[in-house]
């Protein structure tokens, strides 16, 4: 079964940085591209960020261009988000997700699986 474990998030103020986490362990994480989407209150899922099986090809959200480095280490089963220069709108809870059929879905019917998610509230 799969599992997917997100972690890092927090409060933080504008302009701050975080870097969440997704374990993923048990499955071939080393063959699936992996995603970061990301829900506000209130609003719908959002897609942020895709990256190759391999890491050598990723995708970004104009929202977070820029800003967001998606990264992963398939020896540790592990997808990363590093984020910098953090704003209020960046408020939101982000999940990893293992896309089906295109990895710029922006409903879950979009994904296979995804984790619990983890709170990122940028605030002063």
Request: include cysteine.
């Amino acid at each position: 079964q799969v599992q997917l474990v997100e972690s890092g998030g927090g409060l933080v103020q504008p302009g701050g940085s975080l870097r969440l986490s997704c374990a993923a362990p048990g499955f071939t994480f080393s063959s699936l591209w992996m995603c970061w989407v990301r829900q506000a209150p209130g609003k719908g899922l959002e897609w942020v960020s895709a990256i190759h099986t391999g890491g050598g090809s990723t995708d970004y959200a104009d929202s977070v261009k820029g800003r967001f480095t998606i990264s992963r280490d398939n020896a540790k089963a592990t997808l990363y988000l590093q984020m910098n220069r953090l704003k209020s709108e960046d408020t939101a809870v982000y999940y990893c997700a293992v896309p089906k059929a295109t990895v710029y879905a922006s409903s879950w019917s979009g994904y296979d699986y995804w984790g619990q998610g983890t709170q990122v509230t940028v605030s002063s």
